[in-house]
């Protein structure tokens, strides 16, 4: 029997949630239009009401995250004890709630905070502790719950690892993007999902 994982689900979407305080505590500071996205030179290229910014996109975010988490449970039960993997990927969407959402408010309040570099911060240090725990794996956790599957453990092990350096290589190079121009972060990231999708074929071909 597939089984959801209440305990992650419930306290994920809590922290979505979170924001909404925050939100609640500088509403009177805050003007009637807030920035919503940012473009890659650290400028405002969309706004949204007060309403939305503070209340309405921390609820999508928690209906988004009990979506994937149900998913994740549904298709790809696991059983016996889970690995970390897993764990630390449904945690993303709820680390991006409160880190888009508390940029949201600084910036109206006067804060000179770069929102390429905080997010990269964020998605680099992410990269680097999910490719340490990829490896980690077994074939037995995760046999046909990706695809593609490699078809015996010895390429299974391999294809993890190969991803598992991909993702900890360009985790530190988006740590060290910061330090660079807004377009070198960018270009990692489409770098990045190119070898990532190389990687997937080269592992069907295999296959």
Known sequence: MKKIDWKTLISSAIVCLLPILLGLIFYAKLPEKMPIHFNINNEVDAYASKNFALFGIPILMTVLQIFCCSISDWKGNISGKKPKFITIVKWIIPILSIVISVIMIEIPLG????????????????????????????????????????????????????????????????????????????????????VLLIETVLVGIKN
């Open 111 to 194: 804060s000179t905070v770069d929102v390429r570099k905080s997010i990269v911060l964020v998605l680099g240090i992410l990269y680097i502790i999910m490719g340490n725990y990829m490896p980690k794996m077994t074939y037995d956790q995760m046999k046909g719950k990706i695809h593609p599957m490699p078809k015996n453990e010895r390429m299974y092990k391999k294809m993890m690892r190969m991803m598992g350096y991909t993702f900890v290589i360009f985790g530190f190079g988006l740590l060290g993007s910061i330090f660079l121009e807004p377009i070198v972060s960018f270009g990692i990231i489409i770098v990045m999902v190119i």
